[in-house]
């Protein structure tokens, strides 16, 4: 495998493809923020602000100015939209609504844990950015009402009937895995360190189940204990391979090789679980009794499973040396760059049918944003060029 020209195969398409086309087509500077539902070719077809992708993207246009180049473009586009979120994302008290309109007027209630954490990384990423004080207060602030919420994500607005089935959820501790790296700059130490034991303790502990062949699930009971259900039997074979390559960032931060490895091994059986052995890539949601699955787009292949199975499996490889990390990566790179790679138009696709037919042929969403693809070009193209040297 020729390292030197992967890396730089992936480092062209974040550069001249995917960032220039949210430069250009998702900047609000009117109103500010960014617009997400762009179509094929980039047009807006619906002006709605979703407080998750508007995270998202200070987030991802801050890191780019911190880690690779102080491009002013991409500061100026992080600031602005930063701004947006300062003085609309939230009520007064940092508690972040869901979505707004073009303006910033609140359309969805705060009642999801994770416009708070994708603050959270917003403001982290730009403070170190611009060193203003202002943006780590509330990166610090907001990180602490994720963690007083832990217990109850969605607070009033849980619909769940209290007592009969409490149930927590496998996304919130693995989030936290890696907006604890995000944020290590505003944390005491002890406490930092703390918090990524608590985490890296619930997801490689309490989700991943021995009694299930070291697989990882996506709800349990309150007390860790499997539940026969729909959400309890629900698997997301994407979201664990995800955050393994949180749990390796981890283990190589604490200086635990063993904890590498082990990610790396889980991420590998949540791959081989999840491929879809008739017709390549991997499942987005399965039943891990092989019953039939509640959501209806179970079989679809989506760009984000495959964009963080490439940084899991090429980091699995980087870090071990485990041979399989290799072989997956290189069936991965081939199944996404020839399914979900626009060749016509900048920016990939996002939703396949599972016979790997573009389903929708939008560019962002309300889902999809100026995240997960440009995130993993940049990671991938940093190992692959590790690799090459």
């Known amino acids: 495998m020729d390292f030197k020209k992967l890396a730089e195969q992936y480092k062209s398409e974040l550069f001249d493809n995917v960032l220039p086309f949210w430069l250009q087509h998702s900047q609000d500077l009117e109103c500010g923020g960014y617009y997400t539902c762009l179509d094929r070719d980039g047009h807006v077809f619906d002006t709605d602000k979703f407080i998750w992708l508007q995270g998202r993207e200070v987030w991802l246009f801050s890191m780019l100015y911190n880690k690779v180049e102080k491009r002013q473009e991409w500061l100026d586009c992080a600031i602005q939209g930063g701004e947006f979120l300062k003085k609309y994302g939230h009520d007064g008290n940092y508690n972040w609504y869901f979505s707004l309109d073009r303006q910033g007027n609140p359309l969805v209630e705060p009642y999801n844990i994770f416009s708070y954490t994708f603050a959270t990384m917003a403001f982290g990423q730009l403070s170190l950015a611009t060193g203003n004080r202002e943006y780590a207060e509330i990166a610090k602030k907001t990180f ?21 089935r409490n149930l927590k959820g496998f996304a919130l501790p693995m989030i936290l895995c890696n907006l604890a790296l995000e944020i290590e700059h505003l944390l005491d130490e002890d406490f930092m360190v703390k918090t990524m034991d608590t985490c890296i303790h619930e997801v490689m502990d309490v989700f991943l189940r021995p009694e299930l062949g070291g697989l990882i699930v996506e709800t349990l009971n309150a007390d860790n204990t499997l ?8 698997m997301n074979p994407g979201h ?3 955050a393994m390559w949180f749990i390796m960032d981890l283990g190589k931060r604490l200086n635990r090789p063993e904890l590498v490895v082990k990610a790396k091994d889980t991420a590998l059986k949540m791959l081989e679980y999840g491929w879809d052995k008739e017709y390549g890539g991997i499942f987005y949601f399965m039943d891990r009794n092989g019953c039939p699955p509640q959501e209806l787009e179970w079989d679809q292949k989506l760009w984000w499973v495959h964009i963080e199975t490439l940084i899991s499996t090429i980091k699995g490889y980087r870090l071990t040396g485990d041979p399989k990390c290799l072989e997956w990566f290189e069936r991965i790179h081939d199944y996404t760059w020839s399914h979900f790679k626009d060749t016509e138009h900048p920016e990939w696709f996002g939703y396949l049918n599972r016979r790997g037919e573009v389903l929708l042929p939008l560019k962002g969403g309300k889902w999809k944003g100026c995240f997960h693809l440009p995130r993993g070009l940049y990671q991938c193209w940093q190992v692959l060029e590790e690799l090459s040297k």
């Open 240 to 242: 664990a391979i995800e």
């Open 227 to 234: 539940v026969d259900c729909f959400e309890g039997r629900h």
């Open 144 to 164: 602490d009402i994720v963690l007083s919420k832990v217990n109850n994500p969605k607070g009033k607005w849980n619909k769940l009937y209290p007592g009969t």
